[in-house]
């Protein structure tokens, strides 16, 4: 199966570790993993702030990137959820009517990676190992716009040597979002807040989320505050394994 890597703005700059991951468990599945060189942002940021004239070039180059790919996968719910819920909107006014086919598409073959992996796939187990106590963060994108629902979970339980514990208030908002974390510091803040407090109750070492975004918040925070938990994506969970 031919695969797509939509590595993200954020995974590329800040977190490449979590590209690396998502790319060994992929291919650990059978899969035949590329990374087209073309791609961009995603335009989320300037569709979000209402710039959808500076999200049009992005759409674009998306869609150019990935033309001729079976399938496009990114460890990110909220870059999913522009290209499923944005772009033929954006391409509908601001491009022609052969790019709005195309963004409605690639929408149906763009797949955050836990729901490739179990809807695409069929798949819960991975093979992976990592004997660690964590808690999981329901990332608002994945969780909201894409309903990923169960998914993170059921393969997080299926890790061997894991210790899955429920994080209290799971369903809040951490208070990144994107744009909002800046324009909104206090509020995102107090979010944040929050959003640790829960995390340490939980007593785990680390929480795990499906978007790098949140997990950057998150783990700035939990740094900030000198707590030793740490955070770390899904897709690094599932890429360990007893050999790593």
């Not at 995603?42 to 990935?66: I, K, L, R, W």
């Not at 969780?143 to 998914?151: A, K, N």
């Not at 829960?198 to 950057?216: K, R, Y």
Request: hydrophobic share 40%; net charge negative; with cysteine.
């Amino acid at each position: 199966m031919r695969v797509a890597l939509f590595a993200t703005c954020l995974v590329d700059a800040m977190s490449p570790d979590v590209g690396r991951a998502t790319v060994e468990v992929l291919e650990r599945l059978g899969c035949t993993v590329e990374f087209p060189l073309g791609q961009t942002c995603c335009g989320q940021m300037h569709t979000n702030s209402g710039y959808p004239d500076q999200a049009a070039p992005m759409v674009a180059g998306f869609q150019e990137a990935f033309a001729g790919f079976e399938y496009i996968v990114a460890p990110s719910g909220s870059c999913v959820a522009s290209v499923k819920h944005q772009h033929e909107w954006v391409a509908a006014n601001q491009l022609t009517d052969r790019q709005v086919t195309e963004a409605r598409r690639l929408a149906d073959r763009t797949f955050e990676l836990s729901q490739f992996i179990v809807d695409v796939l069929e798949v819960t187990d991975v093979g992976a190992y990592y004997p660690h106590r964590v808690t999981y963060h329901p990332a608002c994108h994945a969780t909201r716009m894409l309903g990923v629902g169960d998914r993170p979970l059921r393969l997080l339980q299926a890790v061997r040597g894991l210790e899955l514990i429920e994080l209290p208030e799971a369903a809040g908002c951490c208070g990144f979002g994107g744009t909002f974390a800046l324009k909104n510091s206090d509020v995102s803040s107090a979010m944040l807040a929050d959003k640790i407090h829960h995390v340490l109750t939980t007593g785990a070492e680390s929480c795990v989320a499906v978007d790098a975004s949140c997990l950057l918040h998150i783990g700035g925070g939990l740094s900030r505050n000198r707590t030793g938990v740490t955070t770390v994506h899904l897709a690094e969970v599932l890429a360990s394994t007893e050999q790593s």
